[in-house]
């Protein structure tokens, strides 16, 4: 019922935060009270201030979508379908199962109104890079215009047929795609950068400094934690309740499959420290936990051998779908200023990197502390004058705008096929449950495992190459 949804969603809420607070969120909270240690009590930039908040507005919309879309998904059949105004531009082909169709396309209503706005915001930025080029207000300001955009284009797409979304819906799948792929290559990233900073705040040589010993505690629970799921997994997902008969053996493979590859990369990781000093111990448990996620998440789409799913239809596996949907849109918001700090980076995409962001280019400056950075004076001139609505800020922005916006247009994607079971069929009250997703997270899982991998090994084999992680 709904209080059992709600209570699912708030359930998933919570764990997500945990999820998160083990492992990205934890770089950015230290990071920014490191800075807030060594810099004393000043306040933030103003450009700081404004960057922000801008995302957080931006965060907010895209959160405000997925609930409305998630909530009440189940219920467009029924809510709009009757309406005289809705029903013509909903209903859809007779050839399509109605109920499941006409949610899944209201689903992907959604998601193309939020992906449009994002265009429409990215494709006037392109190349902005600096507080100072007057195309930022599009990204930081002008929000009266940006908001009555957003809400006009939620109310149009109900007026446009549901073929046209569906059609749309493979276009979305491969965009959800594309945003997994850059996922892991930017996580990979990251856990690196991670280790490699928190090994110089102490120094190389001083293994008893506190970021050593967070490193060892993090690598510690991440390890046991991989290693704890791979138990539950076999307990859950190894028989089957509801037909005993049926094999299992395919799930068990991706179980041990997975065991046997994070164990390898863990071991690797210390011998490859030789040629790659930034890998280690911290970025193979990190991936480890990663990957064993991915695996549990996949496995709980399949309802062949699943006990949990068979347990109970309202309890764990509600909240198991939940964590699944929240990390999805926590990771598309948080990759989203990643993969865009990532394109920009030594100014090589999209537009030359001016001289005053040369800072916003170095890949050891953590995204909260790059944003700390001392900018320029505020253009008095300008503020004046009153000759803009937006604040008159100058320096670097510390990120590629045109694509956070691109790249949150691509996390919407990602979420939304989620939502429809990657643009499959599916029953009523049903989260990320289907074959097609099934695979594709276990796919998922082998990329992480093969890229972290080769990026290891890379070095050792490539010798005539150069490569800087």
């Not at 009590?41 to 998630?70: C, G, H, I, M």
């Not at 004058?385 to 916006?405: K, Q």
């Amino acid at each position: 019922g709904g209080w059992s949804r709600m209570s699912g969603l708030l359930g998933s809420f919570a764990a997500c935060i945990a999820c998160q607070a083990c492992t990205c969120v934890s770089s950015s909270i230290c990071t920014f009270l490191c800075g807030k240690l060594c810099s004393g009590n000043d306040s933030p930039k103003q450009e700081t201030v404004v960057s922000r908040t801008s995302r957080l507005t931006y965060f907010f919309l895209f959160l405000v979508v997925v609930l409305a879309t998630w909530i009440f998904r189940d219920k467009a059949p029924e809510s709009f379908t009757g309406n005289d105004i809705f029903s013509k531009s909903l209903n859809c082909p007779s050839d399509t199962k109605s109920n499941g169709c006409v949610a899944r396309a209201f689903v992907l209503r959604l998601c193309f109104a939020t992906s449009v706005f994002h265009l429409t915001l990215g494709l006037p930025t392109i190349g902005v890079n600096d507080y100072s080029n007057p195309r930022v207000a599009f990204h930081t300001a002008l929000w009266p215009i940006k908001l009555a955009w957003w809400a006009i284009l939620h109310f149009i797409v109900f007026l446009i047929p549901s073929s046209f979304f569906l059609g749309f819906g493979w276009l979305a799948l491969i965009f959800g795609i594309l945003f997994i792929l850059v996922q892991i290559i930017l996580y990979i990233e990251w856990v690196y950068q991670l280790n490699e900073d928190w090994i110089a705040r102490d120094g190389a040589e001083n293994i008893s400094g506190p970021f050593h010993i967070a490193i060892m505690i993090i690598s510690f629970i991440c390890f046991g934690g991989s290693v704890t799921l791979t138990a539950f997994m076999f307990k859950w997902f190894g028989t089957s309740s509801t037909q005993p008969e049926e094999s299992c053996g395919l799930y068990l493979f991706f179980i041990s499959w997975n065991l046997i590859m994070f164990v390898f990369l863990t071991i690797l990781s210390f011998r490859a420290t030789e040629w790659v000093p930034s890998t280690g111990l911290l970025p193979s448990t990190l991936v480890a936990i990663f990957m064993t996620f991915k695996v549990l998440n996949a496995l709980y789409s399949q309802n062949t051998c699943n006990s949990i799913s068979a347990a109970s239809s309202t309890g764990p596996p509600e909240v198991i779908g939940g964590i699944s949907i929240i990390i999805a849109v926590v990771l598309a918001a948080y990759n989203s200023v990643w993969i865009s700090k990532g394109m920009d980076r030594d100014g090589q995409f999209w537009g030359p990197t001016h001289d005053s962001g040369a800072q916003s280019n170095d890949r050891s400056v953590p995204l909260v502390e790059l944003e700390a950075q001392p900018t320029n004076h505020m253009n008095t001139d300008t503020v004046e004058h009153g000759e803009s609505e937006a604040p008159a800020l100058s320096g670097p922005v510390g990120y590629n705008v045109a694509f956070f916006h691109f790249a949150v247009a691509f996390g919407m994607c990602y979420v939304a096929m989620q939502l429809t079971n990657w643009n499959t069929e599916y029953t009523v009250n049903s989260i990320d449950k289907s074959t097609t997703s099934m695979w594709i997270k276990i796919v998922d899982s082998w990329i992480l495992s093969l890229m972290y991998g080769w990026s290891m090994i890379a070095p050792k084999v490539l010798t005539n190459r150069q490569f800087e992680y």
